[in-house]
């Protein structure tokens, strides 16, 4: 097999988007991207210093507080983003190109994610604000409080490289909603794409200074963090970085919400559909070539039903199809990095050693000789102290373990530091909502998993603190403040 990408085009980002400006760095630092499927150089981008961050929270600090941004009604905050919403829209299928080069999502799944959702984001939370309450008048004691919610000022975005746009847009749309503004600060190894924001900013007239994009790498993401001109942190990414950051937020009493990593478990009971789990496989644990935090690689099935699912897993993995992520056919694109690739393999090692059975994969596919591309691999008899069973992978590397009852399911699916995703897969969907309520995770399917980005999504335990999307994502970027007054008001 031989992977046939887009001509190669320097793909040069060289300036931030500060104030509503393209602007030169303040420092001489520069990243190279580089094409996933093929490890070539995709393009260039600046690398900001603490001093590019420092504008650009000024930039958002007097957008805020002088000018026209923190005075605007919701309604007119609402007209700015639909005009956001419709330049993004016009430019999502390139966008979704982008991203599937830069970290290898296949591109069907690209085209929703980093094609059309931050669009409909946009959308969702500008109708949302335009119907939600802001203040009421309720009686008091004394006479009447006025109970308001403010915006919680300006908002730090930090975001990972797996859904550069989505995960992007998951904070700035609410954010802008409530009447915040932001400071994005994405990841180095999807330099590019975020720019397209701040082309689709500037062309709908986005006030100067609403969202300011500088890509650093993580020194001057700290320095994002500790800045005196930030109230709030939203960040997602590793549980590692999300400590260090919650922790620095803490010191500072800033507001913050992460969203981390997943260990998550997909369970099959003894009476679950073979042929369901496998095609829900796709959104319950290869999503985005299981660089997404809900993949579910922990795979635990009814001991009555044991064999026969480890072999329909060794033979749906042996077909999938790895390849190019722009062609619409490729089920699995390339580990999103170099780094990324070596610890996937790193990990399908400590497979091997832990004495667990490879059923399918197990290596680089010998068609791809270029490109970060890992076999789709499954190891069966994983125990669930087994360090492939606790440590994410992020990557396409399961760990299959028989159970014997319900009870037993819960106990192994609930023994993890994690629980961010999850599915049960059961004929009854009632037993299935049943066990989904006793796992302590933030989400979790009943016979398929997608996200709704309706419904407040986050994690438990290790996985972060805090939820993004639905109405209840909004409240994250809101203050509440009680007035007291007389009772006139009622
Ligand atoms: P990462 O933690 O290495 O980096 C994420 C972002 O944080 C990057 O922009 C990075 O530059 C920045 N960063 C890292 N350390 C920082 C620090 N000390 N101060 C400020 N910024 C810092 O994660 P990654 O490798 O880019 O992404 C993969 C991880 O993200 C996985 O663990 C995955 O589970 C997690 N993730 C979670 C969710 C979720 O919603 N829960 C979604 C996607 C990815």
């Known amino acids: 097999m031989t992977v046939t990408v887009d001509a190669q085009t320097e793909l040069d980002r060289t300036r931030f988007f500060i104030d509503g400006e393209w602007v030169e760095p303040r420092g001489t630092d520069t990243h190279r991207a580089i094409e996933a499927a093929t490890g070539e150089p995709l393009g260039t981008a600046a690398m900001g210093t603490d001093a590019d961050v420092d504008a650009a929270v000024g930039a958002a600090r007097n957008a805020l507080d002088n000018g026209p941004w923190g005075d605007t009604t919701p309604a007119e905050r609402a007209e700015v983003m639909r005009r956001f919403a419709e330049r993004l829209a016009a430019r999502g299928e390139s966008t979704a190109r982008l991203v599937s080069r830069e970290n290898g999502m296949p591109i069907t799944l690209s085209n929703p994610f980093n094609g059309a959702a931050p669009a409909g984001l946009l959308q969702m939370y500008a109708d949302l604000i335009t119907t939600t309450a802001l203040e009421e008048v309720r009686p008091s004691q004394m006479g009447s409080t006025i109970v308001r919610r403010e915006p919680v000022g300006v908002v730090g975005g930090i975001t990972p490289w797996n859904y550069p746009q989505v995960l992007a847009m998951m904070k700035i749309a609410p954010a802008m909603a409530a009447g915040c503004t932001v400071v994005l600060k994405p990841s180095p190894e999807t330099a590019l794409d975020s720019y397209v924001m701040g082309d689709a900013a500037s062309e709908a007239g986005v006030p100067p200074g609403v969202l300011n994009i500088v890509l650093a790498g993580r020194e001057a993401g700290s320095a994002l963090v500790s800045h005196p001109g930030v109230d709030k942190i939203a960040f997602t990414g590793s549980t590692e970085a999300g400590r260090v950051i919650g922790a620095e937020c803490g010191r500072l009493i800033r507001r913050v919400t992460l969203e981390l990593g997943g260990k998550s478990a997909a369970l099959f009971l003894d009476d679950g559909d073979v042929q369901t789990f496998m095609t829900g496989l796709a959104g319950t644990t290869f999503m985005n070539n299981s660089q997404t935090c809900t993949t579910q690689a922990r795979i635990l099935v009814a001991r009555s039903r044991y064999e026969e699912v480890v072999e329909a897993l060794a033979e749906y ?38 004495g667990a059975r490879l059923v399918s994969g197990g290596g680089r596919p010998k068609d791809l000789d270029r490109g970060w591309f890992v076999e789709p691999t499954v190891f069966a008899d994983v125990d669930n102290s087994d360090r492939l069973a606790r440590e994410e992978v992020f990557g396409p590397v399961l760990a299959v373990m028989p159970f014997d009852t319900d009870d037993q399911a819960v106990a192994i699916a609930n023994d993890s530091n994690y629980g961010l995703g999850g599915s049960v897969f059961t004929a009854d969907e009632e037993r299935g909502i049943g066990i989904a309520r006793r796992i302590r995770t933030g989400t979790i399917g009943v016979n398929y998993y997608a996200l709704d980005l309706g419904a407040p999504f986050g994690g438990m335990k290790d996985s972060g603190l805090g939820r993004e999307l639905g109405p209840e994502a909004l409240n994250s970027y809101l203050e509440y403040k009680s007035i007291y007054a007389s009772a006139d008001r009622l």
């Open 317 to 354: 993995t042996r077909n999938l199809v790895v390849g190019d992520p722009l062609d619409e056919r490729t089920q699995i694109g390339p580990m999103a990095s170099e780094r990324q690739l070596t610890r996937v393999l790193g990990y399908i090692d400590v497979g091997r050693d832990s």
